[in-house]
């Protein structure tokens, strides 16, 4: 695709309630980021995919908090039992070849509002 | 893994004062530094970026950083900032594997 699709755009929920969020990386990227961006706090590492090697879970805040990627491409980030303090946007980024010194492509994020 | 601070949370400057934003980074290993810039209702996008080579690097819309290694900092500079410069600013370091973001400067232009 053109550039990196999250879907939805913004997901209220119930707490106590699991949601998915969802990113579509660019392409041929091979690297995966999600990271979490609240008020005060910046851009919080969650978790990170690279080609077939196992993921970098150690951003996860919570076993509450899971991510998949199928295939090498699409990847679904799971929150179980929503509370109040995991509303946030959610940030997914990929580059090409997961090398640390590319350059991330951002998508717009899900607006996540947990009440 | 890698850590990264920026120490201003939040910088106020008029038009046309020059900006200086720090960054700090806790990592032994070889490092590839970056800023990413967000404007309002954007995406984060690349500002400039560090791997090798002269330490001063100059990114878009006049923004440059120096890497300075024995203080582990990375501090992005602009000599004249303008009101479209109003953006949160992200520096992000990358190590071994990932890539870890700080807090985020909120840079906020008076006319």
């Known amino acids: 695709g053109a550039g990196v699709s999250q879907s939805p755009s913004n997901k209220v929920t119930e707490k106590g309630k699991d949601v998915e969020l969802r990113c579509d990386p660019i392409?041929?990227?091979?690297?995966l980021y999600w990271y979490r961006q609240s008020l005060g706090q910046g851009l919080e590492f969650l978790i990170y995919?690279?080609?077939?090697?196992?993921?970098?879970k150690s951003g996860l805040p919570s076993d509450r908090f899971s991510a998949e990627r199928t295939g090498g491409s699409v990847s679904t980030l799971t929150i179980q039992r929503t509370q109040q303090e995991d509303s946030a946007v959610y940030l997914c980024?990929?580059?090409?070849?997961?090398?640390?010194?590319?350059?991330?492509?951002f998508g717009s994020g899900t607006q996540l509002s947990v009440l | 893994a890698q850590s990264v601070s920026q120490h201003n949370h939040h910088v106020i400057l008029s038009e046309a004062a020059s900006l200086e934003l720090g960054c700090n980074y806790s990592?032994?290993?070889?490092?590839?530094l970056f800023w990413y810039v967000q404007y309002p209702g954007q995406h984060l996008q690349l500002l400039l970026k560090?791997?090798?080579?002269?330490?001063l690097v100059k990114g878009i819309k006049g923004f440059e950083a120096e890497f300075i290694k024995s203080k582990f900092s990375f501090n992005l500079r602009k000599p004249s900032v303008q009101w479209s410069d109003t953006a949160e600013y992200f520096c992000?370091?990358?190590?071994?594997?990932?890539?870890?973001f700080g807090a985020g400067t909120r840079l906020t232009v008076k006319p």
């Open positions: 980024a990929s580059s090409l070849g997961g090398h640390t010194n590319e350059k991330l492509f």
């Open positions: 392409s041929g990227h091979t690297a």
């Open positions: 995919f690279q080609g077939n090697s196992a993921p970098d």
């Open positions: 990592y032994g290993g070889t490092v590839n």
């Open positions: 560090y791997f090798s080579g002269d330490p």
């Open positions: 992000a370091v990358g190590g071994n594997n990932d890539m870890r």
